[in-house]
C-alpha cells in the first residue's frame, strides 16, 4: 500500500540556517514525488516535483530510491519559506495523490 | 489562481444532517478531487473523479458520496454527518486531457470547514 511519512510535526529553524524537511514513502511500483506548500492565507500549491528536476525558491528536492526518500532541502532558509509542507506521491499515470501529515516549518528572524 | 471554487466556504451542522459540498472548476480540467485536512493527518483523498460519471473511493471514503454530472462541478455529500467528519475539506482538480498525459500538478480550492455539532 502507498504511503507517504513526514517524521517532524514542527521544524524551527533561525535565518540563514539550512533546512531539511524530511519525507519518506512507500510504493508498489514507481511512484512520481511532489511537494506542495500552504503559507498564511493562501491555497495549496505546488512547490517543486521530482519529474522537473527543478530548483523553485531555492529549494531542491532528490529522489532517493534505496532509501525511498524525498527530503526537501534549502541551504539558507528564509522567514518568507515559513509555512505548512506536505510531501506527496502519485503514480505515473498521477490520477491518485497521497499527501504526508505534513511538516510546519518556522522560520525566526 | 486556478479558477476552482469551493461552497459553501463554512458552515456548522447538527449531527445526523445531510451536507452537501461544491467544487466548481472553469478550467475543463479531467481530474477532480475531494481531501480532508486534519492535524496530524494532512490531507487524505476521500473520493476523486476521472470523468463525468466516473468516480473512485479514495483512503477515506466510509460516510462521504459524490457525483459528477459536468465537467465542471464536483459534489461531495455526507448522508448523515458525524462528529467525526468535523474537517477542512479541500477540493483540488488536476489535467490529464483525454489521449494526453498530465503534468501531475494539483490545484486547489480554498477550502470549506465544516464543523458537526
Known amino acids: 500500500a502507498q504511503r507517504v511519512t513526514q517524521p517532524e510535526k514542527l521544524l524551527s529553524v533561525f535565518k540563514g540556517a539550512p533546512v531539511e524537511l524530511k519525507c519518506n514513502y512507500s510504493?508498489?511500483?514507481?511512484?512520481?514525488l511532489f511537494w506542495y506548500v500552504q503559507y498564511s492565507r493562501q491555497r495549496l500549491q505546488l512547490l517543486l516535483r521530482?519529474?522537473s528536476r527543478e530548483s523553485i525558491k531555492g529549494f531542491t528536492a532528490d529522489l532517493n530510491k534505496g532509501e525511498t526518500s524525498f527530503h526537501l532541502k534549502k541551504p539558507f532558509a528564509q522567514e518568507e519559506d515559513s509555512a505548512m509542507y506536505y510531501c506527496?506521491?502519485?503514480?505515473?499515470?498521477?490520477?491518485?495523490?497521497?499527501f504526508g501529515s505534513g511538516t510546519k516549518l518556522n522560520v525566526k528572524p | 489562481d486556478a479558477g476552482i471554487t469551493q461552497s459553501p466556504r463554512h458552515k456548522v451542522t447538527e449531527t445526523g444532517t445531510p451536507v452537501t459540498l461544491r467544487c466548481h472548476q472553469t478550467?475543463?480540467?479531467?481530474?477532480m478531487y475531494w481531501y480532508r485536512q486534519d492535524p496530524g493527518h494532512g490531507l487524505r483523498l476521500i473520493h476523486y473523479?476521472?470523468?463525468?460519471?466516473?468516480?473512485d473511493k479514495g483512503e477515506v471514503s466510509d460516510g462521504y458520496s459524490v457525483s459528477r454530472s459536468k465537467t465542471e462541478d464536483f459534489l461531495l455529500t455526507l448522508e448523515s454527518a458525524t462528529s467525526s467528519q468535523t474537517s477542512v475539506y479541500f477540493c483540488?482538480?488536476?489535467?490529464?486531457?483525454?489521449?494526453?498525459?498530465?503534468?501531475?500538478?494539483?490545484?486547489f480550492g480554498e477550502g470549506s470547514r465544516l464543523t458537526v455539532l
Open positions: 478550467e475543463n480540467h479531467r481530474y
Open positions: 473523479s476521472y470523468g463525468v460519471k466516473d468516480t
Open positions: 483540488a482538480i488536476s489535467d490529464g486531457t483525454s489521449g494526453g498525459r498530465s503534468t501531475g500538478e494539483l490545484f
Open positions: 506527496a506521491l502519485s503514480g505515473y499515470n498521477f490520477n491518485k495523490f497521497y
Open positions: 521530482h519529474i
Open positions: 510504493y508498489s511500483g514507481s511512484p512520481e
